[in-house]
């Protein structure tokens, strides 16, 4: 069973810098497909970005390329989601997820294992 646990969380302020971090254990994390969703108040989860096991696909959502990163240390069995320009509309849980598969996938139905979320706050 595949433990996801985010850090990062918290208040940043417009401008900011945001850097969350995912820690997985239970399985080889270099076996792991990772992603970053979110969801806001109200709203439907929605993907933010994924990479792929050994770092060779990243894909993101059309509304966040080019604002968030996302990279990964399997030495560290960690996925981090870095962001240097959050905006209030940022704010909302996010939440790491996990998939055996090859590929990263926009729909949540592709991944089997999530962690409980981290709230961020942006403030303007």
């Known amino acids: 069973q595949v433990q996801l646990i985010e850090s990062g969380g918290g208040l940043v302020q417009t401008g900011g810098s945001l850097r969350l971090s995912c820690a997985a254990s239970?399985?080889?994390?270099?076996?792991?497909?990772m992603a970053w969703f979110r969801q806001a108040p109200g709203k439907e989860r929605e993907f933010v970005g994924g990479i792929s096991w050994l770092s060779l696909f990243t894909s993101y959502a059309n509304s966040m390329k080019g604002r968030f990163t996302i990279a990964r240390d399997n030495a560290k069995s960690t996925v981090y989601l870095q962001t240097y320009s959050p905006m209030p509309e940022d704010t909302a849980v996010y939440f790491c997820?996990?998939?055996?598969?090859?590929?990263?996938?926009?729909?949540?139905?592709?991944?089997?294992?999530w962690g409980q979320g981290t709230q961020v706050t942006v403030s303007s």
């Open positions: 239970g399985l080889p994390f270099s076996s792991l497909t």
């Open positions: 997820a996990a998939t055996l598969k090859e590929r990263t996938s926009a729909s949540t139905a592709d991944y089997d294992y």
